[in-house]
């Protein structure tokens, strides 16, 4: 698995990750590696970073979790951690970069996909980044939800 994430190294595109699960002071590898974006997961009961969620210098932002998604029997399932974050950052990611399709802007490249993430997360502790909410909580800008 090591040797397919080098690859993708190569390409220009965002590879977000899981920040990891143990609530200890660290990114979890594949998230450690700079190219990747690491996610944690923020608890809105808590209105702050999961406590299971890792945290540490790689930290990019913090995305929601603890949601209640419907199985295949239409019964409700409740998916947390930061395996269900990091798909809510690509979820909310993909939407602005089909959103800059969708308008004739350019595609981006990776680093200005973070520089958009980062420039769009609300502070959850300290103003601009802390360790252990990154950026803050990442949402998609007014300006997108507009109709």
């Known amino acids: 698995m090591k040797d397919n994430f080098e690859r993708l190294a190569s390409l220009d595109i965002p590879i977000i990750c899981s920040s990891g699960n143990t ?25 702050r970073k999961a406590p299971y969620s890792q945290w540490g210098k790689g930290l990019d932002c913090l995305a929601y979790t603890s949601l209640m998604v419907p199985n295949s029997k239409g019964k409700g399932m409740y998916f947390n951690g930061t395996s ?34 980062h ?5 959850i502790l300290e103003e601009g980044f802390d360790l252990e909410s990154g950026y803050g909580l990442f949402r998609l800008p007014d300006t997108m939800l507009e109709v």
């Open 23 to 47: 609530g200890k002071h660290y990114i979890a590898w594949p998230a450690s590696l700079p190219w990747t974006i690491a996610v944690g997961a923020y608890e809105e009961t808590l209105e």
């Open 84 to 117: 269900c974050a990091a798909p809510m950052a690509g979820i909310l990611l993909g939407a602005y970069i089909d959103y800059r399709k969708q308008n004739g802007l350019p595609k981006l490249g990776r680093e200005e996909d973070r520089k958009f993430i």
């Open 119 to 123: 420039d769009n997360c609300q502070d």
